[in-house]
């Protein structure tokens, strides 16, 4: 079964559809140990079909439009975060003390891009706020992994020890991703069907997701690609950040396409946030499991409130199981799952070719939420859609397959890279990968500053 096929057929899709879908193999692009590529033009491949059957319902068609997948777009867009300059200047990927650190027995690797977290860390280190790298390092030699891994997270620092796939296959939160499927979806209530406002078929471009509204409750990364998707595809789309938690601005801009963002204070503003769920159609949340619910943003909570909603979670480890609290990222999950052993050398633990995880997390939530609209137009129901980093992670590392390289030649990433004006300044970034017949081929929103828009919807 190829990839786009396995992701299809998790999201719940006729398994005819995948014959809609035509790919542009390219030798050398997203080049790794495991089968990165394949996943990436799954994951992709998966959300523009999605995207063309909502489309194709929207407008009456009977027949759902073509798909084009190229490898070429699609390893652009996963590395969109590296391919951004901002008036001619590149983000700083990591901050200096997220990276692998030696240990008494192996590796950990650390996550301190936030302030916050480099706090937390030093905290769990017993070093002031200005420790250097030397610092951490010694202190961090002195220690086992698993030692450094309990202590910053006790603190809610961020720390993973490295683990082979064997490791990992035995720990018990393993075995608990191991027994989901890679989209877990659902209904919630018997809510009627939903109507939606027809499309005009000869429209130019076809926005399958116009007219609806979706907030982003998402941070980092796999949440605001998702949302950033969903705002190419025509939706209306709010990004609510705590006042006091602020974006990285780099980070902020590269997902920002397609949507707007504001501030709000959930704990303070409640009657604001309820006023826009009132007229939401889909809310996407991207926060540590459990964290939200104090706030009644389950998605059982949600849908009462606003019956018809479909919900749409992501976190690093899963809902569930002994980590499912924990905070994560895309690069500690590697770190855990065996990613980073298999791509390293004896010497040092490596990393995938691109935040892989993240990326194709954010387009399978985006793909669950379209294709939650599209049977919610037939059949009714609040939906939710839920997905986990590690359960990506298992995917990759267990259930696809390796395909021979072969393809034409890759063009590079210039080839899909575009330039435009902005609020935030001249910015080069990664075109969208999603292409489907009379579909969209770039945002209609360019990026604004953090925080820097009304809590309304448009």
């Not at 705590?242 to 990285?248: F, T």
């Not at 959930?266 to 499991?289: I, K, M, N, Q, W």
Request: charged residues 20%.
């Amino acid at each position: 079964m190829t990839a786009i096929n396995y992701a299809w057929s998790a999201l719940g899709g006729d398994p005819s559809l995948p014959a809609r879908v035509t790919t542009v193999a390219r030798a050398g692009t997203l080049p790794a140990r495991l089968p990165v590529r394949q996943l990436a033009r799954g994951c992709v491949g998966a959300c523009a079909l999605a995207a063309a059957e909502l489309a194709a319902r929207r407008a009456g068609r009977a027949e759902v439009p073509a798909v084009l997948v190229d490898d070429g777009a699609v390893a652009a867009a996963f590395t969109s975060e590296r391919r951004l300059l901002v008036d001619g200047r590149a983000p700083v990927p990591f901050a200096p003390l997220s990276r692998f650190w030696r240990t008494a027995d192996g590796w950990v690797r650390t996550h301190a891009n936030y302030p916050h977290h480099r706090a937390r860390l030093g905290v769990a280190l017993g070093l002031p706020q200005d420790a250097s790298p030397q610092e951490v390092s010694a202190r961090i030699a002195e220690r086992p992994a698993v030692a450094v891994e309990d202590a910053a997270h006790a603190v809610g620092g961020l720390a993973v020890a490295l683990r082979s796939p064997g490791e990992w296959a035995a720990h018990g939160q393993a075995v608990e991703v191991a027994a989901r499927p890679l989209v877990e979806r659902g209904r919630l209530d018997g809510a009627p069907a939903r109507v939606l406002a027809p499309l005009d078929a000869g429209a130019a471009p076809l926005l399958p997701a116009a007219g609806l509204r979706v907030l982003d409750l998402t941070r980092v990364l796999a949440g605001p690609v998702a949302t950033r998707t969903l705002g190419l595809l025509g939706a209306d789309v709010l990004r609510l950040d705590a006042p006091w938690l602020p974006e990285l601005a780099d980070q902020h801009a590269d997902t920002g396409f397609g949507k707007r963002s504001a501030t709000l204070d959930l704990s303070t503003d409640r009657a604001a946030f309820e006023d826009l769920l009132a007229s939401a159609d889909v809310v996407v949340t991207g926060y540590r499991p459990g964290s939200l619910d104090r706030f009644g943003l389950t998605p059982e909570a949600l849908a009462a409130r606003r019956p018809g909603l479909v919900v749409a979670q992501v976190s690093a480890w899963g809902a569930y199981g002994p980590w499912g609290g924990r905070r994560g990222f895309d690069s500690l999950v590697q770190a855990a799952t065996g990613i980073a052993g298999t791509e390293g050398s004896a010497d040092r633990p490596g990393a995938l070719p691109a935040q892989a995880l993240d990326h194709g997390t954010g387009y399978l939530l985006a793909a669950g939420v379209l294709r939650a609209l599209t049977e919610q137009s037939y059949d009714g129901g609040s939906r939710f859609v839920r997905l986990a980093l590690a359960r990506t992670a298992r995917w990759l590392t267990t259930e696809l397959e390796p395909e021979p390289e072969a393809g034409e030649a890759d063009a590079g990433p210039a080839a899909w890279l575009a330039e435009t004006d902005s609020a935030l300044g001249r910015l080069r970034y990664a075109r969208p990968p999603l292409s489907f017949t009379g579909g969209p081929v770039d945002w209609a929103l360019r990026p604004v500053p953090w925080g820097s828009e009304p809590a309304r919807w448009a």
